[in-house]
């Protein structure tokens, strides 16, 4: 008689992925696939569109069908477990819409949402409608919204404002929009140090403090939301997935290195390349929690 099969081992948390496919995989799904599986998750896509872009800047985003998005995810979490979600550039109002529309039907799996509304070029990446369709249908079942200073000021703009709001008060119009914590972070403000603020229902959470590092990155952001993410599959907490993506992150970037004429490119791998080499990467910034 044979001996009956070893028990299948449990497998890594998966991560379902909405976001644009990036040539240079310095942004977009691919950044999101080497940060999760370099994180310990095994990575799942639906595409939302397929961009003409290189390290300089964005050419053309050719969005994905919202029908032809909805059929990749139904399709993926038909079969299986999701742990969390982690959302990018949409490309369209229908495709904002249409993942909405799909998370609502799982409300215990967190969503990290980056809202890339521009390039590091500044090209614009989201139109009036994505971000109508972001504030009113996808905050609403955000865990982290994930914005730089730009993209939250953008966010959570108000006719009634004079000027340009104060970042507390970002952050509070956008958790009164639902989101349950807002990350902005500070890599666009002219300050000494990159300063990241977590905000909850309450204020100010955590404060980050980072040595600001030389150069321009392609794909920063896209990294930080999907550390957090992954960290957030592995079932910490939301305060501390950020603590643990924000020192991966910067590490990413201290090694990031020139793959093409424009921005560099974060090393999201950088752990393997330094074992390669024998060497360590204990020495970790300086962080500064409230």
């Known amino acids: 008689m044979n001996p009956p099969p070893s028990p299948t081992p449990p497998g890594p948390p998966q991560a379902l992925v909405f976001a644009a496919s990036d ?6 799904v691919q950044a999101d696939l080497l940060t999760l599986a370099c994180l310990g998750c095994h990575p799942l896509t639906a595409l939302t569109a397929i961009t003409v872009q290189d390290t300089v800047g964005v050419e053309e985003v050719q969005p994905v069908a919202a029908e032809l998005l909805e059929r990749q995810a139904r399709a993926i979490l038909d079969d299986m ?19 909405a529309k799909i998370v609502r039907d799982y409300p215990q799996t967190p969503l990290v949402l980056d809202p890339v509304l521009a390039s590091g070029r500044g090209d614009e990446l989201s139109s009036e409608a994505i971000i109508a369709a972001i504030r009113d249908r996808l905050l609403p079942h955000t865990t982290l919204l994930t914005p730089n200073a730009p993209e939250a000021r953008r966010l959570a703009r108000s006719a009634d404002d004079a000027g340009e709001p104060a970042l507390d008060v970002c952050a509070q119009r956008l958790i009164a929009l639902g989101a349950r914590y807002v990350l ?4 666009h403000e002219s300050t000494p140090e990159v300063v990241n603020t977590l905000y ?42 950020v603590q643990d993506a924000q ?26 390349r330094e074992n390669a080499k024998g060497g360590s990467d204990d020495a970790q910034p300086q962080t500064y929690g409230d």
Request: proline share 5%; with cysteine.
């Open 81 to 99: 477990p999701v742990a969390v979600f982690k959302l990018g550039l949409l490309g369209s109002a229908e495709n904002a819409l249409m993942v």
């Open 200 to 241: 909850g229902p309450d204020g100010v959470i955590r404060q980050d403090r980072w040595e600001r590092l030389p150069g321009s990155y392609h794909g920063s952001g896209c990294t930080l939301a999907a550390a957090i993410a992954a960290r957030l599959a592995g079932g910490v907490c939301v305060e501390e997935a």
């Open 23 to 28: 040539p240079s995989a310095g942004a977009g």
């Open 184 to 187: 902005i972070t500070g890599t």
């Open 247 to 272: 020192a991966y992150t910067w590490q990413t970037l201290k090694h990031g290195f020139r793959g093409g004429r424009g921005q560099l490119i974060p090393d999201r791998f950088f752990r393997t």
